[in-house]
Structures are given as C-alpha cells and as structure tokens.
C-alpha cells in the first residue's frame, strides 16, 4: 500500500550543527504533511507543517521543504541543540477526501553529541 | 493552547480485567479524536477515529469489541480495553483536533499499559 517512509533510522549530529532529516512519501496525492517531534515516553508534538501549494515554509530554527516532484520533504533544524534528541516523524494527509487521519513514518532518531 | 491530557499515565493491571484511558482536549473543542498504539521503537499505528456524539471509525485489523471507545462531549475521548491480555501491553495515544486548525493533530502525553 502506500505509506510514507523515511530515509534515515538514526542521525547523530554534533551540538551546534545544522540536521536534515528526511521523508519521502509514495501517495502522490497527498497535499499536506506533518513534523513531529517525539521524546522518549511521551506523546508526539507539532512542529511544523507544510501544504502541497509550497515548498518551503519555515518556523522557529526549523524549515521545511517539499519537493513535489520526487515526493519528498525534508527538516532542517537549524543550530541543533540537545533538546532537539528525539524521534521525528513526517505525517501526511489528503486534505478533502473526509478522511482526517494521518499517516505516519517510520521515524528517524536525532542524537545530538555535545 | 491546543493541549491534550490523558488519564492515566501508566497503568498496570490483570490479565483479564478492563482498563479505561481518557483523553480531554484542554483548551478547546474537538470535533475529532484519534487513538494511537505505539510499541517500542516503532511508529504509530491508528486504531480508531472518533467524531463527537457518533461511532468510532476502527482501522482494519482493530477489533471494535475489544477496544471500546466513546466520544460522548467535544472534550473528552475514552478508550476501554475489554479483557486485557499481555499482547495489549502498549503505550496508547490519543490525539484530537478542531475546526481551526482541522488537519493538525495536538497529542496527549500517553498511556503505558503493562498487563500482568
């Protein structure tokens, strides 16, 4: 089936440095896609989210990027710091079909060394 | 804003019994909510959406009678797990969203289930 599937299982950054983790989805008619952020033992926190009409939006030390045409997004955290350890997760939807639900990756762990 | 609680955070019980989870939304109306499981070191699997006042909308695979869940205010979400059996240990997640922000999903903190 279709699904949404990341690159990379774990990513280990020094303190300070820029981390891209990545995402990349197969459903092409998904148009509108989640980061979150989870620490260890605890629920799932937004970060940032990004519609198909974009292909960059950027919050606070983090940017996302959407390419279309691969089917692909990425998250920059700019500045990394070790607060930024934990498990992120791209979700996806397709916005309109009445169906709310996301659907999740596979997670990519951050391990920030400092 | 946009904050979710869960009830309650751990729980341990006997194979066998029911256990009941909560999950309010704490600063606003969800017309939506969503029951996760997550195990160890993997991703999160949906097992039901709820819409306020209706049935919940299982995931194939996921036994309705064995995971009761009711929606029965905008705020407050309930997951019951009917005789609980060690393959039901699991850490439980709900979720909920509005009508501001309808796509985006504001989680509560978890529940760890250990059935004995």
């Known amino acids: 089936g279709e699904s949404v599937g990341l690159h990379l299982p774990t990513l280990s950054v020094q303190e300070g440095d820029n981390s891209i983790i990545n995402c990349a989805y197969s459903?092409?008619?998904?148009?509108?896609f989640i980061w979150y952020k989870q620490e260890s033992g605890k629920g799932p926190q937004f970060i940032i989210d990004?519609?198909?009409?974009?292909d960059k939006r950027q919050g606070q030390r983090v940017t996302v990027l959407l390419n279309k045409t691969v089917k692909h997004l990425s998250l920059q955290i700019a500045a990394t710091q070790p607060g930024d350890s934990a498990v992120y997760f791209c979700?996806?939807?397709?916005?309109?079909?009445?169906?709310?639900?996301?659907?999740f990756g596979s997670g990519t762990r951050l391990q920030v060394q400092p | 804003g946009a904050v979710v609680s869960q009830h309650p955070s751990w729980v341990i019980c006997k194979s066998g019994t029911s256990v009941k989870i909560e999950c309010r939304s704490l600063?606003?109306?969800?017309?939506?909510m969503f029951w996760y499981r997550q195990f160890p070191k993997q991703s999160l699997m949906l097992m039901a959406t709820?819409?306020?006042?209706?049935?919940?909308?299982?995931e194939q695979g996921v036994e309705k009678d064995k995971f009761l869940i009711n929606h029965a205010s905008l705020t407050l979400s309930t997951l019951t797990v009917t005789s609980a059996h060690p393959e039901d240990s699991s850490f439980y997640i709900c979720?909920?969203?509005?009508?501001?922000?309808?796509?985006?999903?504001?989680f509560g903190p978890g529940t760890r289930l250990t059935v004995l």
């Open positions: 979720s909920a969203s509005g009508t501001a922000q309808e796509n985006i999903q504001f």
């Open positions: 709820s819409n306020e006042g209706s049935k919940a909308t299982y």
């Open positions: 979700a996806e939807n397709i916005r309109g079909t009445g169906r709310r639900a996301l659907t």
């Open positions: 459903n092409s008619a998904s148009d509108y």
């Open positions: 600063d606003f109306q969800a017309t939506t």
């Open positions: 990004i519609r198909s009409n974009m």
